[in-house]
């Protein structure tokens, strides 16, 4: 995988964080570690799931 995708991110979000910070706008996130750490969690579950395959029909379950 290219570096360069995460990096131009990264640096999106800094500048946007920066904008944020100057104009006084509380930023869209989690302003703690707790919230942070939720957002990653949910992240590596969701790539977790992906990579093991596993997966649920949904509509067979409601029997749509």
């Known amino acids: 995988m290219s570096w360069l995708i995460p990096f131009v991110a990264l640096l999106?979000?800094?500048i946007a964080g920066g904008v944020f910070g100057l104009v006084g706008v509380?930023?869209?996130?989690?302003?703690?570690?707790?919230?942070?750490?939720?957002?990653?969690?949910?992240f590596v579950g969701y790539r977790a799931v992906e990579y093991l395959g596993w997966g649920i029909d949904l509509l067979s379950v409601f029997g749509l």
């Open 12 to 14: 999106t979000g800094v």
């Open 26 to 42: 509380p930023i869209p996130a989690p302003p703690e570690l707790a919230g942070l750490l939720g957002i990653v969690g949910i």
